[in-house]
């Protein structure tokens, strides 16, 4: 079985692990998307907007502006992230109930998974063998040739 997640997702957890690598100085996303030449600023503006509606960063205007985080990284679950950026439910009206259901009991338990985990623990871990970052990455370079 093969799980993917969207690339707003995927970019929101970079952009997310960007911002509290910055330890409290704003980043910008052009800075983000020089390190991650396959993202281009203007879909980070996107997802920032999304993490902004969310509450997770904050934005500083002027020539030291960029993106601040709101909380620290050790009270953000990635199951936070995965909401803001993920359908509650399929919307496919042809599938039927009993997948539909398995669907669901399926998502409740990665989502709980991913409760435990925090951004925190993405930062302070060698993202090389970490098996989250490591789906992240084959991602990312398999769609985008993005390099971590």
């Not at 990284?73 to 990635?78: A, F, N, Q, R």
């Not at 009993?98 to 930062?123: F, H």
């Given at each position: 079985m093969n799980?993917?997640?969207?690339?707003?997702?995927?970019?929101?957890?970079?952009?997310?692990?960007?911002?509290?690598?910055?330890?409290?100085?704003?980043v910008r996303?052009?800075?983000?998307?020089?390190?991650y030449?396959?993202?281009?600023?203007?879909?980070?503006?996107?997802?920032?907007?999304?993490?902004?509606?969310?509450?997770?960063?904050?934005?500083?205007?002027?020539?030291?502006?960029?993106?601040?985080?709101?909380?620290?990284?050790?009270?953000i679950s990635l199951k936070d992230i995965v909401m803001a950026f993920e359908s509650p439910t399929r919307k496919d009206r042809y599938l039927p109930e009993g997948v539909r259901?398995?669907?669901r009991e399926v998502r409740a338990k990665?989502?709980?998974s991913l409760e435990g985990m925090t951004l925190e623990d993405i930062n302070n871990t060698d993202t090389r063998d970490t098996p989250f970052s490591r789906q992240?990455?084959?991602?990312s370079e398999s769609n985008h040739g993005l390099r971590a």
């Amino acid at each position: 079985m093969n799980f993917s997640f969207s690339a707003k997702l995927v970019y929101g957890i970079i952009a997310m692990e960007n911002v509290g690598k910055g330890n409290g100085a704003p980043v910008r996303c052009l800075d983000i998307a020089k390190r991650y030449p396959g993202i281009s600023p203007f879909f980070l503006e996107q997802i920032f907007r999304v993490l902004r509606r969310k509450g997770f960063v904050r934005s500083l205007r002027g020539p030291g502006g960029g993106y601040v985080l709101t909380r620290s990284m050790d009270k953000i679950s990635l199951k936070d992230i995965v909401m803001a950026f993920e359908s509650p439910t399929r919307k496919d009206r042809y599938l039927p109930e009993g997948v539909r259901e398995i669907e669901r009991e399926v998502r409740a338990k990665v989502l709980s998974s991913l409760e435990g985990m925090t951004l925190e623990d993405i930062n302070n871990t060698d993202t090389r063998d970490t098996p989250f970052s490591r789906q992240i990455r084959q991602w990312s370079e398999s769609n985008h040739g993005l390099r971590a």
